[in-house]
T-cell receptor, first 113, second 114 residues
Framework: DSGVTQTPKHLITATGQRVTLRCSPRSGDLSVYWYQQSLDQGLQFLIHYYNGEERAKGNILERFSAQQFPDLHSELNLSSLELGDSALYFC????????????FGEGSRLTVL | AQSVTQLDSQVPVFEEAPVELRCNYSSSVSVYLFWYVQYPNQGLQLLLKYLSGSTLVKGINGFEAEFNKSQTSFHLRKPSVHISDTAEYFCAVTHSGNTGKLIFGQGTTLQVKP
């Protein structure tokens, strides 16, 4: 158990819909990272938050947004869903240091039909 | 920009045989390197990391990796694999100016056969 909790574990929805994925980092970790894992793209970095502030953006679509709340949990919002958004979405947390280990949750598997 | 190339998408090997999973990286600055393992239906778990110092790093479950700056490689090795090592392995890179985000390779599936 990494200490990072992601909900829901599985989600099935239709094209055009909107979903919210939730992540609770390890106790004391200020950084939260979101990754998308798909068969064709592999593990793609989406976005990084540190103590409530956005620190880095990767290959995140404009239809996607994220935030980190004062209690440090984070949410990834995916809207106007397309078939190609079907993937496993991982959240990872770490302490502030750049060289720190990332602790990954078990992921949220999104299926768009 | 940084990138990671894992040279083999699948590596089949018999139980108790040695294995090497290959990883090459590209970066214009000094890097930190990682190997993560993903078991079926689980998140990624850190196997080992290279930050500085000795180029041979040891990790969990008997794995080790060697950082070779001249060849820009960070290959993962285990002298004797077990069935339980069957999983997907990811090499990743970052650097000090990267806010800690990791750039991952495409992954290598290690299939250990009895």
């Amino acid at each position: 158990d990494s200490g990072v909790t992601q909900t829901p574990k599985h989600l099935i929805t239709a094209t055009g819909q909107r979903v919210t994925l939730r992540c609770s980092p390890r106790s004391g970790d200020l950084s939260v990272y979101w990754y998308q894992q798909s068969l064709d793209q592999g593990l793609q970095f989406l976005i990084h938050y540190y103590n409530g502030e956005e620190r880095a953006k990767g290959n995140i679509l404009e239809r996607f947004s994220a935030q980190q709340f004062p209690d440090l949990h984070s949410e990834l919002n995916l809207s106007s869903l397309e078939l190609g958004d079907s993937a496993l979405y991982f959240c990872a947390s770490s302490v502030a240091t750049v060289t720190g280990e990332l602790f990954f949750g078990e992921g949220s598997r999104l299926t768009v039909l | 920009a940084q990138s990671v190339t894992q040279l083999d998408s699948q590596v089949p090997v018999f139980e108790e045989a040695p294995v090497e999973l290959r990883c090459n990286y590209s970066s214009s600055v000094s890097v930190y390197l990682f190997w993560y393992v993903q078991y079926p239906n689980q998140g990624l778990q850190l196997l080992l990391k290279y930050l500085s110092g000795s180029t041979l790093v040891k990790g969990i479950n008997g794995f080790e990796a060697e950082f070779n700056k001249s060849q820009t490689s960070f290959h993962l090795r285990k002298p004797s694999v077990h069935i339980s090592d069957t999983a997907e392995y990811f090499c990743a890179v970052t650097h000090s100016g990267n806010t800690g985000k990791l750039i991952f390779g495409q992954g290598t599936t290690l299939q250990v056969k009895p």
